[in-house]
């Protein structure tokens, strides 16, 4: 069964402190791996995208890695803010057509003062 | 910048009735996609929509529910005889050409079943 899981369920960091999140999925066939900002009642905003040969893909702040072998990704925030509180999404891309995105449940991460 | 909106942000129906949710996605995407996310759960997968044709479907989009493109700018879910557990908040989506193209989220539409 597809399944995409992620750690840790939620996460409080100092304004200023970097942080990483993690992902592991177990999807066939794999066609790419994506993560999303999802604030509190609004809907997905993409951060990155990687396909099966990228390894690393960065995006202001936001560099996420992706290891095809072992089937994991992460996601490395640097400088946090506290614009940055939100739900982080790890989405992996599966299904012949691969436009079918399997949805992790997410980290919830706080970012204070 | 251009934007995925939908209407309404909130419905509410009772158990039984029709709901028709409507997505106006991106003027130049071709593909087009719902998912549901019921409240404190993951997002999860409907369908995806291209050429005029179901392109993918998940196990949740059953006869209950179906997709289509009325026009040249609208994109509607419609669910036949809704449940209680049909209560979520819809969204939809839309990327251009390419499969990996990266999708673009409306706001989303929150249903509530009573």
């Known amino acids: 069964k597809n399944q995409v899981e992620q750690s840790p369920q939620s996460l409080i960091i100092l304004e200023g402190k970097n942080c990483t999140l993690q992902?592991?999925?177990?999807?066939?066939?794999?066609?790419?791996l994506r993560w999303y900002k999802q604030d509190t009642g609004r809907g997905p905003v993409s951060l990155t995208i990687?396909?099966?040969?990228?390894n690393t893909k960065s995006n202001g702040r936001y560099t996420a890695t992706l290891d095809a072998d072992t089937k994991q990704s992460s996601l490395h925030i640097t400088a946090s803010q506290l614009s940055d509180s939100a739900s982080y999404i790890c989405?992996?891309?599966?299904?012949?057509?691969?436009?079918?995105?399997?949805f992790g449940k997410g980290t919830t991460l706080s970012v204070s003062s | 910048e251009p934007e995925v909106t939908q209407t309404p942000s909130h419905q509410v129906t009772q158990m039984g009735q029709e709901v028709i949710l409507r997505c106006v996605p991106i003027s130049n995407h071709l593909y087009f996609y719902w998912y549901r996310q019921i409240l404190g759960q993951k997002v999860e997968f409907l369908v995806s929509?291209?050429?005029?044709?179901?392109s993918e479907k998940s196990e949740i989009f059953d006869d209950q529910f179906s997709v289509e493109r009325p026009d040249g700018s609208n994109f509607t879910l419609k669910i036949r005889s809704t449940k209680l557990e049909d209560s979520a908040m819809y969204f939809c989506?839309?990327?251009?050409w390419g499969i990996g193209n990266e999708q673009f989220f409306g706001p989303g539409t929150r249903l509530t079943v009573l």
């Open positions: 992902c592991n999925y177990t999807v066939s066939p794999f066609s790419n």
């Open positions: 989405v992996v891309s599966a299904g012949q057509a691969g436009t079918a995105l399997i």
């Open positions: 989506a839309s990327s251009g």
């Open positions: 929509f291209y050429n005029n044709e179901i």
């Open positions: 990687m396909t099966f040969s990228e």
